[in-house]
């Protein structure tokens, strides 16, 4: 790689070009040779992703009047993912820490009841990726996400706190 600080040059030396036209390949071989960069243009992002951008930069330019309704969006959805989302962890958690239960109604069933908590895990992953894409339409709808995820983990505590409550073996 050659450079003069204006222009780039790709040299090569003793090589072999091939072309091929229709059925035949042509086959022309060099001592030296050299590339002109100067016709190509990079194709650098100048401008960084939603997600790569800091959560203030995200609030300012959610309150902008020029930006489309699908900006908003996307940047509405990357502050609730940032901001709400790790919440769900909770959820996960609590729901985790019922393999921990275990009293003689379900000490026959163990294995059944870990499947159930683990497709129960994953069926709520599922619905917490929904209601992210439903939570950037708005922010009553973000409200909504918010409350539901509050309540999960309300009730799950809840739920988690009768079930220890009763004899544990």
């Not at 699908?70 to 502050?79: L, M, N, S, T």
């Not at 870990?114 to 409200?143: P, Q």
């Amino acid at each position: 790689m050659i450079s003069d600080g204006k222009s780039s040059y790709l040299e090569l030396i003793n090589g072999e070009t091939f072309e091929k036209n229709n059925r035949n390949i042509n086959s022309v071989k060099f001592e030296s040779t050299i590339f002109n960069f100067n016709q190509y243009e990079t194709q650098n992002i100048n401008d960084p992703k939603i997600s790569e951008k800091n959560i203030l930069w995200l609030i300012e330019d959610l309150q902008d009047k020029k930006i489309s309704l699908k900006r908003k969006k996307e940047i509405r959805q990357e502050i609730n993912k940032r901001l709400i989302k790790p919440f769900f962890i909770f959820i996960l958690c609590l729901l985790g820490s019922l393999c921990l239960y275990k009293n003689k109604t379900n000490l026959d069933k163990p294995k059944f009841f870990k499947i159930k908590i683990f497709i129960l895990g994953f069926v709520l992953l599922i619905i917490n990726e929904i209601m992210l894409g439903f939570s950037s339409a708005g922010l009553i709808e973000t409200g909504i996400y918010i409350f539901i995820i509050i309540f999960a983990v309300v009730l799950e505590y809840l739920i988690i706190q009768n079930l220890f409550n009763k004899k544990i073996i």
